[in-house]
T-cell receptor
Framework: ETGVTQTPRHLVMGMTNKKSLKCEQH?????MYWYKQSAKKPLELMFV???????ENNSVPSRFSPECPNSSHLFLHLHTLQPEDSALYLC?????????????FGDGTRLSIL | LAKTTQPISMDSYEGQEVNITCSHN???????ITWYQQFPSQGPRFIIQ???TKVTNEVASLFIPADRKSSTLSLPRVSLSDTAVYYC?????????FGAGTTVTVRA
């Protein structure tokens, strides 16, 4: 139990579908993150939120849309994805975004695009 | 971001101590050194973090020499369940560069 819960754990969707990934942290942290981990590739930082404000958008295609309604919840809305978007999507949280604060990760959502 | 270099893989046996050295020659003054562990299909798990000298917790020790250009993660008496990928990261903010990590395989 990491204190960061992601749902669903697995998701299969067609390229024309719309779905959302959910992340909830129970650690009282103020920063939340979305990462993408493709097979045989390092983790890629996608989005960063600090106190519910987006502070980083790492050139992510607009078919990925994040939402942070409060400091405990983070969503990633997906629409018209491509096959290359199949990957493990990881959510993380940290106390703050500075001073190399350790990040606590969920176990991810395994996304498969048909 | 400071670049890190660590071995691609290491093999060990149960009960042995495993030491993974990470090189970070261009580490900045305000950078911290952090190690994570990742099992297949799971998110990385924070293991230990340090700035200088030695840090120890219930699962590992982190040795950092005075020049801070390298660091060594020490895992005492490993078991089969310690088989995982271990990442060394150097950063002073949220921008973590995970790299390929070191795949540690523990054999019986």
């Amino acid at each position: 139990e990491t204190g960061v819960t992601q749902t669903p754990r697995h998701l299969v969707m067609g390229m024309t579908n719309k779905k959302s990934l959910k992340c909830e942290q129970h650690l009282g942290h103020n920063a939340m993150y979305w990462y993408k981990q493709s097979a045989k590739k390092p983790l890629e930082l996608m989005f960063v939120y600090s106190l519910e404000e987006r502070v980083e958008n790492n050139s992510v295609p607009s078919r990925f849309s994040p939402e942070c309604p409060n400091s405990s919840h983070l969503f990633l809305h997906l629409h018209t994805l491509q096959p290359e978007d199949s990957a493990l999507y990881l959510c993380a949280s940290s106390q703050a975004t500075g001073l190399g604060q350790p990040q606590h990760f969920g176990d991810g959502t395994r996304l498969s695009i048909l | 971001l400071a670049k890190t270099t660590q071995p691609i893989s290491m093999d060990s046996y149960e009960g042995q101590e495993v030491n993974i050295t990470c090189s970070h020659n261009n580490i900045a003054t305000n950078d911290y050194i952090t190690w994570y562990q990742q099992f297949p299909s799971q998110g990385p798990r924070f293991i230990i973090q340090g700035y200088k000298t030695k840090v120890t917790n219930e699962v590992a020790s982190l040795f950092i020499p005075a020049d801070r250009k390298s660091s060594t993660l020490s895992l005492p008496r490993v078991s089969l369940s310690d088989t995982a990928v271990y990442y060394c990261l150097v950063a002073n903010d949220y921008k973590l560069s995970f790299g390929a990590g070191t795949t540690v395989t523990v054999r019986a």
